[in-house]
Structures are given as C-alpha cells and as structure tokens.
C-alpha cells in the first residue's frame, strides 16, 4: 500500500516567515519517483509548487522562485519543501506528490496559512 505522509513544521505563520513541509513516502521505490509539492488555495485549481526529479533536477512556480527549495532524501524516503519570505498569497493546502511514467499519488494535504 502506497502511502505519502505531509508533516507541517508550523500551520501558522506571519508574513516574511518561513516554513518547512516534509512528506515521507512508503509503498514505493521512492528513488524512481520524480516528487512534487502542489497547492490549492480556496476558489482556486490545484497548482505545482515545485517539483524534483529522480536524477535531482528541480524546477519552480514562478511565484516561489527564489523563496521555496525544494529537496529530497531518498535514504529517508522523503521530500521537502522549504518556504521563506511567506506571504498571505502562499496561504493554500499543500500536497505531496509521487508521479513515474504509470503512476500518481497524492498525500492528504496540510494547511499553511500565512497571517498577520
């Protein structure tokens, strides 16, 4: 059984704070997967936030460029998303995704509002 597992460093946070999401997979050969996190803010279509492949290349929402790394331990099984320079524009759920050329699986989602 596949199963992606977001813990949230914080789930409230003040403008220009930072944050750090982490997601364990099991049930999966973690290294073959590319892993990405994703967001969906009320009103609003699910979006990739960042992505990471197998090999290690990563590529960024315009939005979060400069402001979220995302990284990977694959002796952990578990992928990070580190956000700094928060602002109320990242509030949204966030999910964890496990995708190779067959599959796709998603986490449960965790909320991270930024607020004053």
């Known amino acids: 059984q596949v199963q992606l597992v977001e813990e949230l460093g914080g789930g409230l946070v003040q403008p220009g704070g930072s944050l750090r999401l982490s997601c364990a997979a099991s049930?999966?050969?973690?290294?073959?997967?590319?892993m990405g996190w994703y967001r969906q803010a009320p009103g609003k279509q699910r979006e990739l936030v960042a992505g990471?492949?197998?090999?290690?290349?990563?590529n960024y929402l315009d939005s979060v460029k400069g402001r979220f790394t995302i990284s990977r331990d694959n002796a952990k099984k578990t992928v990070y998303l580190q956000m700094n320079s928060l602002d109320s524009e990242d509030t949204a759920v966030y999910y964890c995704?496990?995708?190779?050329?067959?599959?796709?699986?998603w986490g449960q989602g965790t909320q991270v509002t930024v607020s004053s």
């Open positions: 995704n496990a995708r190779n050329f067959v599959d796709s699986y």
């Open positions: 049930g999966i050969i973690f290294s073959l997967y590319t």
């Open positions: 990471i492949t197998s090999g290690g290349s990563t």
